[in-house]
C-alpha cells in the first residue's frame, strides 16, 4: 500500500494558483486557444452559490457558464473552455443563505502572467499535439463534483461537509487496484500525480458510512 500525501486545499499550497483576486475582485486569464481561466479568493460566510457568468457586453445579457460544486472554498478557479472568443467580458455571482447576493464587476480577461498558462499548455508542444494539453477532457466526459483533475495539476477531491465516514478506491483503467483511503479525516484535499502509475482513466469508487455514493472516474492526459 502506497504512502498517501494530502494536501490541503488552504492558503498558498495550492500551486500555480497564487495570483487570483480576492472577492468582490477576481482574476480573469487568457491561456491560449480562446481558453479563459477565472480565478478568484473570499473569505465571506454562508456562501451557498458561486456561479460564473460570461457575456459580449460589459454591462448586459450576461448567461452562467459554470456553478462550483463547493461554493465553501476560498480558493477557487473556473476554467472557460467553451467561450467564441478570449475577450469576452465576465463576472462572478455570489449568493448567500438567507438570499442576499452581489454580482461583481465585469472583466475581460488578460494575458497570463502568474504561471497558470503553463499549467494549461505545458504539454502542448505543437499544434498538432493538442490532446496533450493538461486541460484537455475528452469530449462528452463530466468530471465528478467530487472527485476530479483540477488545474493545478493535482488529483481534487471535494467531499459532503458531513459526519459521515468517507473511504475511496482507486483503480487502472484495466482495473488493477492502485490505492485506497480509508476513513478520511479531511474533506479537501489534494492527491500528487506521481500516486497515479498511469495516465487516461483512472477509475475510483466513493464509499460514504460504507455505501458506494459514487462510481465514476477521473481522465489524467499524459502531461498532466
Known amino acids: 500500500?502506497?504512502?498517501?500525501?494530502?494536501?490541503?486545499?488552504?492558503?498558498?499550497?495550492?500551486?500555480?494558483?497564487?495570483?487570483?483576486?480576492?472577492?468582490?475582485?477576481?482574476?480573469?486569464?487568457?491561456?491560449?486557444?480562446?481558453?479563459?481561466?477565472?480565478?478568484?479568493?473570499?473569505?465571506?460566510?454562508g456562501v451557498k452559490q458561486i456561479s460564473i457568468q460570461r457575456s459580449t457586453d460589459s454591462l448586459n445579457y450576461f448567461k452562467t457558464v459554470g456553478t462550483m460544486p463547493d461554493p465553501s472554498l476560498q480558493q477557487n478557479g473556473f476554467p472557460d473552455a467553451t467561450a467564441p472568443s478570449d475577450n469576452m467580458f465576465y463576472r462572478i455571482f455570489v449568493m448567500f443563505e438567507g438570499g442576499k447576493y452581489i454580482s461583481t464587476k465585469s472583466k475581460r480577461p488578460v494575458v497570463d502572467s502568474s504561471g497558470l498558462a503553463d499549467a494549461y499548455n505545458s504539454g502542448n508542444?505543437?499544434?498538432?499535439?493538442?490532446?496533450?494539453?493538461?486541460?484537455?477532457?475528452?469530449?462528452?466526459?463530466?468530471?465528478?463534483?467530487?472527485?476530479?483533475?483540477?488545474?493545478?495539476?493535482?488529483?481534487?477531491?471535494?467531499?459532503?461537509?458531513?459526519?459521515?465516514?468517507?473511504?475511496?478506491?482507486?483503480?487502472?483503467?484495466?482495473?488493477?487496484?492502485?490505492?485506497?483511503?480509508?476513513?478520511?479525516?479531511?474533506?479537501?484535499f489534494k492527491l500528487d500525480r506521481s500516486y497515479f502509475s498511469t495516465a487516461g482513466y483512472i477509475n475510483f469508487e466513493l464509499y460514504a458510512d460504507g455505501r458506494l455514493l459514487e462510481k465514476h472516474k477521473v481522465f489524467l492526459p499524459k502531461d498532466f
Open 1 to 45: 500500500m502506497k504512502k498517501i500525501l494530502l494536501f490541503l486545499l488552504s492558503g498558498s499550497i495550492i500551486a500555480g494558483i497564487n495570483a487570483q483576486e480576492q472577492l468582490p475582485d477576481f482574476s480573469v486569464y487568457k491561456v491560449g486557444n480562446n481558453r479563459v481561466v477565472v480565478a478568484w479568493t473570499h473569505n465571506y460566510q
Open 125 to 188: 508542444k505543437s499544434n498538432t499535439e493538442v490532446n496533450l494539453n493538461p486541460n484537455f477532457i475528452p469530449s462528452g466526459f463530466v468530471q465528478s463534483a467530487y472527485i476530479f483533475a483540477s488545474t493545478d495539476r493535482y488529483v481534487r477531491v471535494e467531499l459532503p461537509l458531513d459526519k459521515r465516514k468517507y473511504d475511496i478506491k482507486f483503480y487502472a483503467e484495466n482495473g488493477q487496484p492502485l490505492f485506497e483511503l480509508n476513513d478520511i479525516k479531511e474533506k479537501r
